[in-house]
């Protein structure tokens, strides 16, 4: 039997960050995690596809180089085993950075699979060099925090084997890079990973239930994306469904029921099934200290201002909340602060999800912050709505991938409400609209402060500058 303070069970973006902060407030805490620290993100996720879609940038550049601005430059291949050793060596330091701060901060790290013996209570079945020592109980003084993350869904009838079919999991895992690739899924993760495939040759077929791709963004931001990824030579379907698949020796044949009703057989080397994400909370024994799951497997907090279960005490962070929570890394970092701060005891401000950035890293890049037009509709404002061409900067025509600045502001002058970017680098740029959003400013606020010219910022500047009647480039 052993006590702390805080017991932290998962070691992903949430549960690091609430260890972390609340060993910074004095809090004794334990992290216990089975698998690696730093989770999904670090390992499978967000910093090993991000350094892959670095890769294909630069490859497009190359092309760009070429075919554009007249510089005689050649791609003579890819070599991969070079591209995963730069991107395993750039988790790596991340994942030891992590480690190290971890110790630094004086959080006990244990390793082993935990489960709920009781409000209070965890018995976690330890592994690795600990194993020999057996099972360990901990007792938390003031709280558990859950936070053990997510893992890919499929659709019925497609078995990942990590090679023909892969899971966002195991996408970047998989041998080699395919001469084509099926993606099912048009939300963020499958919009990624169809874009780095196409960077990389591939020919890609991106299939989406929903009427358009990224569905939970501004229409607009779709219709944008949409013609760009065309203009890549991406194949989109929307309003498609998947019927089922064979593997083949050399690759997947899978049949799709397109928008039209019509019946398409598309083969492929690789299948990606990019569909969503799961809670996991398989082996935590929720219902031994009184908890349940709703009906999609979300642990459902009673208080949202603390991100408090129906069983005082017991937290929960990251991919185990339901919406409004996001499922991002950067939301999961805020929550866990808040959590620690309030098992700590000093005042914090609930997570205000309507101003945490949305960011998909494809060619091109969406970022949006806030509400879409027809949401902020829907909620019954009336609203003044501006699209910027980037293309209407100087530096949106150098860059010559076209995308937008669109603004959703309360008629009249009101305060903004929503922005959505597509474009290059324009998860560079979303930072600036979270916040004009979240402070509540209104157009003529923005309006007030120069943006540098030439960059693609001026866009955003020019479209609110025109919001408040002082419109300079924007006809």
């Excluded at 899971?167 to 993606?183: I, Q």
């Excluded at 994306?225 to 083949?248: I, N, W």
């Excluded at 980037?390 to 502001?409: D, E, P, R, Y």
């Amino acid at each position: 039997m052993d006590t702390a303070d805080v017991i932290v069970i998962g070691g992903g973006t949430g549960g690091y960050s609430t260890a972390l902060r609340a060993a910074a407030l004095g809090l004794d805490v334990v992290l216990v995690e089975r698998d690696k620290i730093g989770g999904t993100c670090l390992h499978r996720g967000c910093i090993p596809s991000k350094a892959m879609l670095h890769a294909a940038e630069l490859v497009d550049g190359i092309a760009e180089a070429r075919d554009r601005w007249g510089v005689k430059a050649t791609l003579d291949s890819v070599d991969w085993s070079a591209l995963v050793a730069t991107r395993d060596d750039i988790v790596t330091r991340n994942h030891r950075g992590v480690e190290a701060h971890l110790a630094h901060a004086r959080v006990r790290v244990v390793r082993g699979s935990a489960r709920l013996t009781g409000p209070r209570t965890v018995q976690v079945e330890l592994s690795g060099p600990e194993r020999a020592s057996g099972a360990s109980r901990f007792v938390a003084r003031r709280g558990i925090v859950l936070a053990t993350g997510s893992r890919p869904r499929t659709l019925p009838g497609l078995v990942p084997d990590g090679r023909r079919v892969v899971t966002s999991d195991d996408a970047l895992f998989a041998p080699g890079l395919p001469a084509s690739v099926l993606v099912l899924g048009g939300g963020a993760i499958g919009v990624e990973y169809a874009s780095f495939h196409r960077s990389m040759g591939a020919e890609v077929t991106l299939v989406e239930a929903a009427d358009r791709i990224v569905p939970l963004e501004d229409a607009d931001v779709s219709r944008h994306l949409t013609r760009g990824l065309k203009k890549r030579g991406v194949d989109v379907r929307a309003s498609a469904r998947f019927l089922d698949s064979e593997v083949l020796e050399d690759g997947v044949r899978a049949r799709v029921r397109t928008a039209r009703g019509e019946t398409l057989t598309v083969e492929a080397e690789r299948l990606l099934v990019a569909v969503g994400r799961a809670p996991v909370t398989d082996g935590l024994d929720l219902g031994a200290a009184g908890l349940t799951t709703d009906a999609r497997g979300f642990v459902v907090p009673r208080d949202w201002a603390r991100l408090e279960t129906e069983v005082p005490g017991i937290h929960v962070v990251g991919d185990l909340l339901p919406p409004p929570s996001l499922g991002l890394a950067h939301a999961s970092f805020a929550e866990g602060l808040l959590v620690a701060e309030t098992l700590a005891g000093p005042p914090s401000a609930p997570v205000d999800y309507a101003t945490v950035p949305r960011v998909t890293y494809s060619s091109p890049q969406t970022a949006a912050v806030g509400l879409s037009e027809a949401e902020a509709r829907t909620r019954g404002h009336e609203v003044d709505v501006n699209t910027m061409p980037l293309t209407a900067v100087a530096k949106g025509m150098v860059h010559g991938q076209g995308g937008m600045v669109k603004v959703v502001a309360e008629a009249g002058g009101g305060r903004v409400l929503g922005v959505h970017l597509v474009g290059p680098h324009v998860s560079e740029m979303v930072a600036e609209s979270q916040l004009i959003v979240g402070w509540d400013a209104e157009p003529a606020d923005v309006a007030r402060h120069v943006h540098p010219h030439p960059t693609l910022s001026e866009a955003v500047g020019e479209a609110f500058l025109t919001l408040a009647g002082r419109g300079l480039h924007q006809q």
